[in-house]
């Protein structure tokens, strides 16, 4: 039986692909469950519509990521931490501090995008990698200065 795939389905298929599964399959599983389409003349237009709005709205998002990257790049933060004794931070420097400074600038990002490998505790000049698709990444400066 012919169905149009409206989700990814592992084993099976993508969303907007026309396959071949046993019938029984089709009417117990994908139909029911909204996961898929009998392949009818009508059903295969709105699944190419479909199709051609999810590519136009991924370039779109895409293009949009790689526009924010290339500002995040060109950003620098400054942190004021207070310091103690031989220049030694009192705590230190989390996702959380450098998410809030993004927002000050301007930038709605997901703080689980910001990458730090472990938490800042030295003054210095940092690059921090924010991760915003798979494959598009953007560098932030930072500059942990005693305040």
Do not use: C, W
């Amino acid at each position: 039986m012919d169905i149009i795939l409206l989700q990814d389905i592992e084993n099976v298929g993508q969303a907007g692909d026309v396959v071949n599964v046993k019938p029984g399959f089709a009417r117990n599983k994908l139909i029911p469950d909204g996961l898929a389409l009998r392949a009818s003349k009508r059903n295969l237009a709105v699944a190419e519509e479909r199709k051609r709005v999810n590519e136009n709205k991924k370039a779109r998002e895409i293009s949009t990521n790689q526009l924010l990257a290339s500002k995040l790049s060109k950003t620098e933060i400054t942190i004021e931490v207070k310091v103690g004794e031989e220049e030694k931070m009192f705590g230190s420097i989390t996702t959380k501090d450098i998410h809030e400074a993004l927002i000050e600038k301007g930038f709605k990002i997901d703080r689980h995008a910001i990458k730090l490998q472990e938490p800042i505790k030295a003054l210095g000049i940092y690059h921090i990698t924010v991760n915003l698709a798979p494959d598009i990444n953007g560098d932030v400066k930072i500059y942990v200065i005693k305040g």
